[in-house]
């Protein structure tokens, strides 16, 4: 109990972010990030010339950021919101329509429990199905704040555009988040449909498939009252909250599209590689539209797979909660991280 927050606050448990280890060098499939480099436009967009002008503050309105956003994903300049991590945005949403309440299901994205505690909001949980499918029918007709991830996380399955439409024409008084930070791994952005529903904000993230999870930068593309609802939060907490060197790496980022569309190619690839290995060895793995999978033996235990796999210097993700604790979530990194990843699972299992 601190002395000094309130009574709220003090019962908050916070977000806990995957392990960053410093103490020696592993294998990282914990915390979904890229195998690959940024893009060779990224890597020379900065030089001393952009760390001399830091002694200035950065555009706030982030106009080159936002004009080519707007050109990459068809939208108006309007339509397009930039924060420091699409966690930030997912926190002004929060901060924004959660007196609407605000619903989720029960296996989602850690960090939407934790928004909700924030906010003080008595979140309506909407069960997964039994094979872990979002129950699209829980979240009809509710008119609140929905936040859904496709893919989910950790689960990796995705939902349809037409259930997505469902759902926004059952909720015209209430705003639909469609938190989309893994979209460029097979999923299917609805970022188009923000121009037919007022209702729907369409999130993504440069820090998955755009090697950027370091340099902070999140997306939105929404309505421009949705756009303008979240400018203000913006304005009213941290006007410079994307920093000058990101908004740079930002614009050269999608300067470099192609690149970062090849490398999503590649962890498909991986993906399917790794899917396939796993299940040989007789895993139970879900059908992942993303950059990771989410896998179960019922040779060993999720929690002691785990333990194993980082005593052999290979880290993957364990949740602790009842219905996903047999399972961990692998992040799909460079083919030769995959291999070792494989090796080292047959070696705990003794194949
Ligand atoms: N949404 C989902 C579903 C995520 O898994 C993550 C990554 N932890 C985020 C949003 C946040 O990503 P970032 O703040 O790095 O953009």
């Known amino acids: 109990m601190s002395r000094f927050l309130s009574n709220e606050l003090s019962k908050l448990t916070a977000y806990v972010p995957g392990e960053q280890p410093q103490d020696k060098k592993y294998v990282k499939l914990n915390t979904n990030e890229s195998p690959f480099p940024p893009s060779n436009g990224v890597i020379n967009a900065i030089g001393n010339k952009e760390i001399e002008r830091l002694r200035l503050y950065c555009d706030p309105q982030s106009k080159l ?20 991590g699409s966690d930030d945005i997912l926190n002004f949403a929060f901060m924004a329509y959660g007196h609407l309440g605000v619903a989720f299901a029960d296996i989602t994205y850690g960090f939407y429990s ?14 997964l199905n039994s094979d872990f499918t979002l129950n699209v029918n829980g979240f009809l007709g509710l008119n609140k704040l929905i936040v859904i991830a496709n893919p989910n996380a950790p689960t990796g399955l995705v939902i349809s555009t037409s259930d997505v439409e469902k759902i926004l024409l059952s909720n015209p008084n209430g705003v639909v988040v469609v938190d989309e930070a893994y979209v460029d791994f097979g999923g299917t952005s609805v970022s188009e449909l923000t121009k037919k529903y007022n209702n729907l904000l369409c999130v993504q993230t440069f820090s998955k498939s755009r090697s950027m999870a370091g340099a902070r930068l999140g997306f939105a593309i929404a309505n421009a009252e949705i756009i303008s609802d979240l400018e203000k939060i913006k304005y009213s907490t941290n006007p410079y909250n994307v920093n000058a060197l990101t908004q740079i790496a930002g614009v050269s980022a999608l300067k470099d ?7 999503a190619l590649k962890i498909i690839e991986n993906r399917n590689y790794t899917v396939t290995e796993l299940k040989k060895l007789g895993f139970t793995v879900l059908d992942s539209k993303a950059n990771f999978v989410f896998a179960k033996s019922d040779k060993i235990s ?16 364990h949740f602790t909660s009842e219905r996903i604790k047999e399972f961990n979530r692998i992040t799909i990194g460079s083919i030769e991280e995959m291999q070792i990843f494989i090796e080292k699972v047959k070696l705990i299992l003794g194949e």
């Open 302 to 317: 999720g929690e002691e797979l785990y333990k194993k796999l980082k005593e052999n210097g290979v880290l993957v993700r």
């Open 65 to 84: 950021l936002k004009s080519e956003l707007a050109r990459v994903y068809n939208a108006e300049i309007e339509n397009v919101f930039v924060s420091n």
């Open 114 to 127: 934790v928004f909700a505690s924030l906010y003080g909001l008595d979140a309506q949980i909407v069960p």
């Open 257 to 263: 599209n192609n690149y970062y569309k090849e490398n």
